[in-house]
């Protein structure tokens, strides 16, 4: 009589842990290699690290050389350029796409994948193949002079002031696909039912989606701008294969120009300091909109 | 049991296996992968094969090295150095101030060393009177690579003075073909800008504004003008620059397309590659302005310690590359002169016997200058906030007013 629940409970105990014993290497190692590390970038901010990390503390140097250096001015302002307009093209045209496909229209099995594939591919891909594009020595242009447009521009790759917009483009091409996919997905969610009612009712195409489909798409909204911006503030592969960061130093992002000065450069502590710049704007863009956004599930 | 029992064995063999082929070879890390430098390397690997020392090549591609150093840090923190690696100057001198580097003296005092290198290169390959690394040439940066045809063409005589070689970019501009062959890298653009400031301000304001970092020099209107002048270059450069390599630029020359390129003597290597004799096909001059100076970097090779001791094929590689003949074969090919003022010039080409009775009498004079663009003339950190204001300039984000001031700002925050 003693015995028997005290078994039972042993089992119990046992079924609870169990799981929790499988997580804990996992969930460690992410402490450790995420949030350790986070910790440390954060220390070694704070130091005169150069060439190898150093633990002589110097307070808020590091920050304060930072935001002297006009080369992380042009690198933060080229993020947000190339932020907003990357997140804001290609929600725009994935949204376009995904409503055009939903229309019930034939051959939908073989456009979808077409606009998806480029994301199949890998970033520095991306960014080999469309520098050749853009390259006016060898790419559109070159290819238009020989056709007989001879009087075609295009070399924005190699102005200081547009190629940043080029970054932009090819990086739209890559994700638009996958935009639409998330956001086709959601439209195939919203219940049939509801547009029918609408219709019933006298609603007009633009208002069904303007008053019904939009708001319903909601969560697709989410999931974009959650993937979209984190891909805009890590990207780093584009950017070097694309352009290399050039012309001069004009498309440096904040990703490129903490690469360069943790390892190249032998300055790592200023390095370190624009990493936890980066994580902080992440986090404050992110936080609140995250917050807002899942407190309403509730 | 038996399972963990013949793992662990098969890790002791692998183990044991990758020691010896560690005792056979020497693991290279280099930056050397254009045709004229990858033939110069060939020399030194065949010197050691026939020592019976294997060669396992490590190259990173990247003129400069700036990504040879970064797989360099990553080997080293991951407690895997190679054995040898190919660096520049003040990177040098960083390792060894991290005590990663083994000490050579034993070597040199064999091969006379102290005796033969210049002291304006010992500098970097000594770290507190110890010697770390082995130099295997000098280059210089103020060389003028010219085609002559297109020269006797256009009735070009080599320039001497900042006007004439301005007249004769014009010349050449008249003429239909791009005067100036440049390629579109930071390094690259500061290497350049290296001769304008010699040659605009003379060597004193050269050691005082790029090796002193003196923020008046800096500053200075001497500066600007050099800033100038590298806009009135900008100009004479095809609008396809940015991003491309060096020996692209080289073989614009080559080919007719361009009529100059303003590049170290490792340009040499390209068209003694294509075929090419000096004097016949190409013309090699110093930058108009700075003939008497001879601003140099060094290639060297640094030994990583291994355990407190320099190993075996270590002191065989050092050895080797300090050996006259080596020098000689090697610099014949790689278009640099050799680090020790021993080596006869018999073999060397023209513009090879000119670069050695330049460095010859430079040092002799005290005109021997270390390029802050090949990392000789200041730490890493500097030298890159250089690149950074010089391309800058160079693609048009500065004009040089702005360019002076932010040059004096981003070397002041880089210290």
Not at chain 1, 185 to 208: C, H, P, T, V, Y
């Amino acid at each position: 009589m003693a015995s028997a629940p005290a078994q039972a409970d042993l089992r119990t105990r046992l079924q609870n842990f169990i799981p929790k014993l499988v997580l804990a290497p996992s969930v460690a190692v992410i402490f450790l290699f995420v949030y350790g590390f986070i910790i440390f970038t954060l220390y070694l901010s704070f130091t005169d690290s150069r060439i190898l990390p150093s633990y002589n503390l110097v307070g808020f140097e590091n920050y304060s050389k930072l935001f002297r250096l006009s080369h992380w001015t042009t690198s933060i302002t080229n993020l947000a350029i190339f932020a907003s307009l990357y997140i804001g093209i290609s929600t725009l045209i994935g949204l376009a796409l995904a409503t055009f496909l939903d229309q019930k229209i034939r051959g939908e099995g073989l456009l979808r994948p077409i606009y998806l594939y480029p994301m199949a591919l890998s970033f520095i891909v991306t960014g080999t193949a469309w520098k050749w594009l853009l390259d006016p020595g060898i790419g559109l242009e070159h290819t238009m002079h020989l056709w007989g447009w001879e009087s075609f521009q295009f070399g924005w790759i190699k102005n200081s002031d547009y190629a940043i917009y080029t970054v932009v483009l090819a990086a739209v091409w890559q994700s638009s696909g996958f935009v639409m996919a998330m956001f086709l997905a959601g439209l195939r969610g919203i219940d049939n039912e509801i547009l029918k009612a609408a219709q019933m009712d006298g609603a007009s195409n633009f208002q069904m989606y303007r008053r019904i489909i939009l708001p319903q798409l909601r969560p697709a909204f989410l999931s974009a701008f959650v993937i979209l911006s984190h891909l805009a503030v890590k990207s780093y592969d584009l950017v070097i294969a694309l352009t290399g960061g050039g012309p001069g130093r004009a498309t440096e992002l904040p990703a490129t120009f903490m690469y360069s000065y943790t390892f190249t450069r032998n300055q790592m502590g200023i390095g370190a300091s624009s990493a936890v710049i980066m994580l902080m704007t992440i986090a404050a863009i992110m936080v609140p909109y995250l917050y807002a956004e899942l407190r309403e599930k509730k | 049991m038996t399972l963990i029992k013949q793992l662990k064995l098969s890790a002791a063999v692998l183990a044991l296996t990758a020691t010896t082929a560690a005792a056979a070879d020497v693991e290279v890390l280099h930056w050397w992968t254009s045709g004229g430098e990858a033939a110069a390397l060939n020399v030194l690997k065949g010197d050691l094969e026939s020592q019976n020392i294997g060669w396992m090549d490590m190259p990173v591609a990247g003129g400069g090295g700036e990504a040879a150093m970064t797989v360099l840090r990553a080997r080293v923190t991951s407690g895997n150095a190679p054995t040898a690696v190919q660096m520049l100057g003040f990177d040098i001198q960083d390792w060894a101030k991290e005590g990663a580097l083994a000490n050579l003296n034993d070597v040199a005092s064999e091969g006379g060393w102290d005796a033969v290198v210049p002291a304006a290169l010992q500098r970097f390959s000594k770290y507190e009177d110890q010697w770390v690394a082995a130099p295997v040439n000098v280059h210089s940066v103020n060389w003028v690579w010219a085609n002559k045809k297109l020269f006797d063409d256009n009735n070009i005589s080599v320039p001497t003075t900042w006007e004439e070689f301005e007249a004769a970019m014009q010349t050449l501009q008249d003429a239909g073909v791009t005067p100036i062959a440049q390629g579109g890298q930071p390094w690259q653009e500061a290497t350049l800008f290296d001769s304008v400031v010699m040659a605009t301000g003379g060597p004193e304001f050269y050691q005082k504004a790029l090796i002193d970092l003196d923020p008046e020099a800096l500053g200075s209107d001497t500066m600007k003008q050099a800033f100038d002048r590298l806009g009135v270059i900008r100009e004479n450069v095809d609008d396809n620059f940015s991003g491309r390599d060096w020996n692209l630029a080289t073989a614009m020359v080559i080919n007719g397309e361009a009529g100059m390129q303003i590049m170290g003597d490792w340009a040499k290597g390209e068209f003694v590659a294509a075929g090419q004799v000096p004097d016949e096909d190409f013309l090699c001059f110093r930058f108009p302005g700075t003939q008497d100076q001879v601003m140099f970097n060094a290639d060297q090779f640094a030994m990583f310690d291994q355990g407190g001791t320099v190993s075996e094929e270590q002191a065989a590689l050092a050895s080797a590359i300090m050996s006259p003949s080596f020098q000689a074969a090697f610099n014949v090919v790689k278009g640099s002169v050799p680090a020790r003022t021993d080596v006869p010039d018999t073999d060397f080409d023209a513009c090879g016997k000119k670069g050695m009775a330049d460095l010859a009498q430079a040092a002799e004079a005290d005109m021997l200058f270390g390029s802050l663009a090949q990392g000789h003339g200041a730490p890493a950190s500097i030298k890159n906030a250089y690149y950074d204001v010089v391309t800058a300039f160079f693609n048009g984000s500065f004009d040089s007013e702005t360019a002076t001031e932010e040059l004096v700002t981003a070397i002041e925050i880089a210290q």
